[in-house]
């Protein structure tokens, strides 16, 4: 008996398993996390809140956010081994998310392969200081140590500056960590639940899913969304910019979504949190360019391809709020793995507390038949 198979590719729309992390509604534009809609909870919990959250199914009490904080905060430290690769990696000037995965091989220093648990606490704990040590040896500057009695956005800041964050820079950091921490099956979840379902270790699955974020395809653009921005300059420019753009076929960064057909929930939430930030201080006028640049472009996007509904994704709002905090262009993918890690992680443990199987789908043929191997 001959069984159909039905081709998908990329996998488009199969459903491999089910979780709890989270749920994604494309069409309502909604993004549920551990049961929470996203803009109920990532502007007002912690980091490590939302890493419980995902772990354990519920959130903290107050002794349990204060033992699992402190938890953490004890694994921040690098060994040599790693530092020795963060050096070695600076003087060729490698890339920030080449070396992040280089680094993060070497934190199966720091656990036994088997304790699933304090893999995940490793990861989570030391990537904010792998990518700050990192950043840093470009620069020319020695790594700072992180300090125990800053959050885990206040420190990862505080280690890239050696400056003790301010609440609102704290607050901004948090709610991005927060925000895309975790987004259902993309890439590089789906490559680190591929890799832990074989019964491999935890560190593993997560090398495995940075060498999937760092394709340009999956790890998005949010630098030139902003360099778009500055680009146009003044307001009045805007319309003659963007159409210019669009005349000429170019693609919007920070538009679209491939699975959301309106508004990004999580623009809303950061967009949110860009209109708290930049309230006050000296940055009011980019964050007055950067809402008409915006408002510009989806109508524009509207007039030139008005079957596609185009709206702003988290890209956009991405590029804002981590140039409003300080960090350059270069940091920007770097530091959505520090947020990323969190769901990787809480994906993997589910898998294997679970019990689900591995992960095997199958592969239609394309190639020839009935051959003859002839070779004198």
């Known amino acids: 008996m001959t069984v159909e198979m039905i081709v998908r590719p990329g996998l488009e729309g199969v459903i491999a398993l089910d979780t709890r992390m989270s749920h994604i509604d494309g069409i309502a534009g909604e993004l549920t996390i551990g049961g929470f809609a996203l803009e109920d909870i990532a502007g007002k919990a912690t980091f490590e809140e939302m890493v419980y959250l995902l772990w354990h199914d519920q959130l903290p009490t107050t002794d349990d956010l204060d033992i699992f904080s402190r938890n953490l905060a004890e694994k921040r430290q690098l060994e040599k081994p790693t530092l020795d690769v963060l050096r070695a990696s600076a003087d060729k000037q490698l890339s920030i998310m080449d070396t992040l995965r280089m680094a993060a091989g070497t934190l199966s220093l720091y656990t036994t392969g088997d304790d ?5 606490e490793v990861a989570v704990a030391t990537f904010p200081t792998i990518v700050s040590a990192y950043w840093r040896l470009l ?33 901004a950091m948090n709610t991005y960590l927060n925000t895309v921490i975790e987004h259902g099956l993309n890439a590089s979840t789906f490559t680190a639940r591929v890799i832990i379902a074989t019964h491999s ?9 940075i060498g999937a974020l760092k394709g340009p395809l999956h790890g998005g653009a949010p630098g030139p969304a902003l360099d778009m921005v500055f680009e146009i300059g003044t307001a009045d420019k805007a319309e003659s910019v963007i159409r210019a753009k669009l005349d000429a076929g170019e693609r919007l960064m920070g538009f679209g979504h491939r699975v959301y057909k309106v508004r990004d929930p999580r623009a809303d939430v ?16 980019l964050y007055a360019l950067a809402m008409h640049v915006e408002q ?39 530091t959505f793995a520090v ?6 992680t809480a994906h993997a443990l589910e898998h294997i507390n679970d019990g689900l199987r591995i992960i095997r789908p199958r592969a239609g ?5 009935g051959r003859v191997y002839n070779h004198n």
């Open 116 to 120: 699933l648990q304090v893999g995940a």
């Open 139 to 171: 620069n020319g500057d020695e790594p700072i140590a992180p300090r125990a009695d800053l959050s885990h956005a206040g420190n990862y800041l505080y280690m890239l500056d050696g400056e003790t964050p301010t609440l609102e820079r704290e607050r």
């Open 201 to 209: 270790d935890m560190i593993s699955a997560i090398v495995g899913a």
């Open 270 to 285: 950061l967009g949110a949190e860009a209109k708290r930030f930049f309230a006050e201080g000296d940055q009011q006028d």
């Open 296 to 334: 510009t472009a989806i109508r524009l996007l509207e007039e030139y391809k008005p079957n596609r509904k185009l709206q702003t994704n988290v890209e956009f709002y991405t590029a804002l709020i981590l140039h409003g905090i300080g960090l350059p262009v270069d940091l920007f993918s770097p």
């Open 339 to 344: 947020a990323r890690v969190g769901g990787w």
């Open 365 to 369: 043929y394309s190639g020839d038949f």
